[in-house]
């Protein structure tokens, strides 16, 4: 199955690096220009159970995406998988460690594109590089709201 990692250093706390994350309005702040996405609903925070429905436009069509938080360690992980989405299979883990005075951030994703095997194998290059651009411009942001 392929997978997907980008991690960051960003100059602030793991404490106040997973607060940000846990703040409302974080999903949105991280949702890129280019991919328009609204959030739907949001229940239960990032906790274990939490659940989360967004709304894509993909050019014409709007698509729904269903995500459920599997795990939770408080300023150190949590993790979601896709229920309903355009993947056929999506775990997501956010984890966060100190780093000196500093915090590295690590988005690891494994994932499966519809279609099976085949399709993994020659479309995992095209979805990692809009993966790398998505997390490259949701680490930036992250960035910006921690480091000031």
Do not use: N
Not at 20 to 30: C, K, N
Not at 108 to 128: C, M, T
Not at 131 to 140: D, N, T, V
Request: charged share 30%; hydrophobic share 40%; net charge positive.
């Amino acid at each position: 199955m392929p997978e997907f990692v980008h991690t960051s250093v960003i100059q602030t706390s793991v404490e106040r690096l997973f607060a940000f994350h846990e703040s409302p309005d974080a999903l949105q702040r991280l949702m890129p220009p280019w991919q328009p996405a609204k959030v739907i609903s949001r229940e239960g925070g990032l906790s274990v159970g939490a659940r989360v429905e967004l709304e894509l436009k993909l050019g014409p069509f709007r698509l729904r995406w269903v995500a459920r938080h599997t795990e939770y360690v408080r300023d150190r992980l949590f993790a979601d998988i896709q229920e309903k989405g355009p993947f056929r299979r999506w775990h997501h883990r956010h984890e966060f460690a100190a780093e000196g005075e500093a915090a590295r951030l690590t988005d690891r994703v494994e994932f499966s594109l519809p279609g099976g095997r085949l399709v993994d194998l020659f479309g995992a290059a095209l979805a990692r590089r809009q993966l790398r651009r998505l997390f490259a411009y949701r680490h930036q942001v992250t960035k910006q709201a921690c480091e000031g």
